[in-house]
């Protein structure tokens, strides 16, 4: 588990920052494949975090909030063997068998996740994602586009991760998609404002500086919370 002291620097060279850097940021190095993406940031999820993590997905039907709890050395596990996918090739040119009105694609990579960050509706996502990767003009039929999709995922195991969930409320159940990167920023920009603010407190009451609020821990941290009304 990482220092507060190390999560707080790791945030600081992350938070504000393009896509393409705060993941070079978080991840240490720029991936070269969306599997490899994967599993370089699961693997610093529980260098920072440890082996769990919780996460919220919500029911279509219903509305009701599932939690439910990763184990991250699990996912790992799943992503194929470095250096096995196709992607590492990724200027190759892909067809579907017997689909002349379907254009030959090539495999995303990070950098066209890079080149979309600001468009969060999912639908507009995947089409924009696809437009960059077949040549020529998309395909007019969802069917044609999905077809593509599916030739991509089986020729890049692991380039998305899903958990099969279940409503508790009613008989809905679905697969909720994880990005690894997504959840590493979420957790540590969590942490590291929590931090921020816990150590605010505590400088104001007692007047120490940052370096040895964070130096005392969290637990003695955590009483001198207390003790300051925090
Ligand atoms: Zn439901």
Redesign the pocket.
């Known amino acids: 588990m990482a220092q507060d002291a190390q999560l707080l620097e790791l945030w600081q060279a992350a938070v504000g920052a393009r896509a393409a850097v705060r993941e070079r940021a978080l991840l240490g190095q720029a991936p070269h494949s969306l599997p490899e993406r994967n599993r370089l940031a699961l693997q610093r999820y529980m260098e920072l975090f440890g082996v769990d993590a919780e996460l919220i997905g919500r029911?279509?039907?219903?509305?009701?909030a599932v939690e439910f709890t990763i184990d991250a050395r699990h996912c790992v596990a799943a992503l194929p063997a470095p250096g096995t996918h196709a992607a590492d090739d990724d200027s190759q040119w892909h067809a579907l068998d017997g689909r002349d009105d379907v254009p030959r694609f090539r495999l995303p990579t990070p950098e066209d996740l890079y080149a979309l960050e600001g468009i969060d509706e999912p639908e507009a996502f995947a089409d924009a994602l696809l437009a960059r990767c077949v040549e020529g003009d998309l395909p007019a039929t969802a069917e044609a586009r999905e077809a593509i999709g599916a030739r991509m995922q089986a020729l890049m195991p692991g380039a998305t991760l899903d958990f099969s969930l279940r409503?508790?409320?009613?008989?809905?159940a679905w697969d909720a998609p994880l990005d690894p990167v997504d959840l590493l920023w979420r957790v540590l920009r969590a942490r590291a404002e929590r931090l921020l603010s816990d150590v605010a407190l505590i400088a104001q009451r007692f007047g120490w500086c940052e370096r040895d609020i964070l130096a005392l821990g969290p637990v003695r941290r955590a009483a001198y919370l207390q003790l300051a009304g925090g």
């Open positions: 029911c279509a039907q219903c509305g009701t409503c508790p409320d009613c008989p809905h």
